[in-house]
């Protein structure tokens, strides 16, 4: 949660929320994360609010100097959306070391209630926003492009109008990344298991976004039950353990096993040539998910006993 103020007169509060529960698979790989924007007045008086949100090209090429992207815009009945992508899709083809991802798409969605979200020059959007307080009237059409060519962006606009005092006023900005394929196993390749319960990364978010209450106050619960059990050793080692819990999950990658029609878990490396499943990783990794979940330690271990058994 950031806590950010405008010269004393408004308060905005941005809550970056994942639904990271060990005991829902479904949600746990669902790559669908909430921005959720509460504003209220602190001075007593009323104030016309906008906000500006976007999301860049960058999250989706590894080199943004020679790499180009493409997107596209979608609309659902709740929801409207854009997404942004490698101009060239080599699903899980890049590895090494400091690697990102260059395959998938990065998607922005806002409700149907508020403006359509616009994909193009960052500048532009910008520029359009400072001026008027809205997106660009007109499409961005030169695509595809190098991501350094003029920096495309994802972005989305909300009017929250005049502002009462005493009230908190909220919007939620969904993000999500669908990768396609997750996971290079000895040549198959695995799509998330998220995708067993979804058509499509466009109906996730659209399912996500009408879960927003219930998920952040599942959230919370969880958060307050977790850092109650672990403050028994201290209130530093319970936040040791509450960024660990993050970072672990993180790192792994649910995905459906479509040869052995079962789920598999993985766990990457940080930075390093794209390995996945080394057991110096999967080591200190243990701790946190027998605690919370043993079932995804025994998700990790099954493909590493699969290959020591020529599989």
Known sequence: VFELEVDGKVSLNITFL??????????????????????????????????YFDAS????VNDCGSQEVTWSSWSLENLHGVQLGNAVQRLVGSKGDGVNIDWGYLNLAARSDAP??????AARSREAFRATGQLPTTVDDRRPRKC???LPVLA????????????????????????VKSVNYFGDLYAGYWMQAYKNISHAISVAADEYDAMLKASEQHDKMLLRKLSRYGNKYAQL??????????ATKLVWNSNRSVVWNFLKEISTNGDMQTMDVIYPASPMLLYTEPELLKLLLIPVLAYANNE
Do not use: E
Not at 39 to 51: E, N, P, R, S, Y
Not at 116 to 121: E, L, T, Y
């Open 18 to 51: 994942s639904t990271m529960f060990t005991d829902d698979f479904v949600r746990l790989s669902r790559p669908v994360y909430y921005v959720g924007l509460d504003v209220v007045t602190l001075d007593g008086m009323a104030h016309d609010v906008q906000v």
């Open 57 to 60: 090209a960058q999250h989706a």
């Open 116 to 121: 359509k979200p616009w994909a193009g020059s």
């Open 148 to 150: 350094s060519d003029d």
């Open 156 to 179: 989305t606009v909300y009017n929250f109008g005049k502002i009462s005092t005493g009230t908190v006023h909220q919007h939620t900005v969904l993000l999500a990344y669908d990768d």
């Open 241 to 250: 353990c509450a960024m660990s819990y993050r970072q672990t999950l993180a």
